[in-house]
């Protein structure tokens, strides 16, 4: 299995940018696709971004196309999600996740970091 630990995140306000990162340990890093989701209050958890796994092909939701960017190193077992142009819609506690051996779907996700919170103010 995999252990995923995020950092990043914060207040920011619109039309700014952040950049999140996730850590991975415990299993080879290149065989997990990876995606970034979030959860707004009182809304369900949203797909937003995923990552293959060799980090050729990536995808987006609507929303957040143009606006942000999913990366990954797999040297340094890291996935970055790269936020521009922020709105206060987009505030939400985010979540990076790892799913075995697929690529760039947004479900069956298996391991899940913590969660960050991104705030935008208006």
């Known amino acids: 299995q995999v252990q995923l630990v995020q950092s990043g995140g914060g207040l920011v306000q619109a039309g700014g940018s952040l950049r999140l990162s996730c850590a991975a340990s415990g299993r080879t890093f290149s065989e997990y696709g990876m995606g970034w989701f979030r959860q707004a209050p009182g809304k369900p958890r949203e797909f937003v971004a995923a990552i293959s796994r060799s980090g050729s092909g990536t995808s987006y939701v609507y929303s957040v196309k143009g606006r942000f960017t999913v990366s990954r190193d797999n040297a340094k077992n890291t996935v970055y999600l790269q936020m521009n142009s922020l709105k206060p819609e987009d505030t939400a506690i985010y979540y990076c996740?790892?799913?075995?051996?697929?690529?760039?779907?947004?479900?069956?996700?298996?391991?899940w970091g913590q969660g960050t919170q991104v705030t935008v103010s208006s």
């Open positions: 996740a790892a799913q075995f051996l697929r690529d760039l779907l947004p479900y069956e996700y298996n391991y």
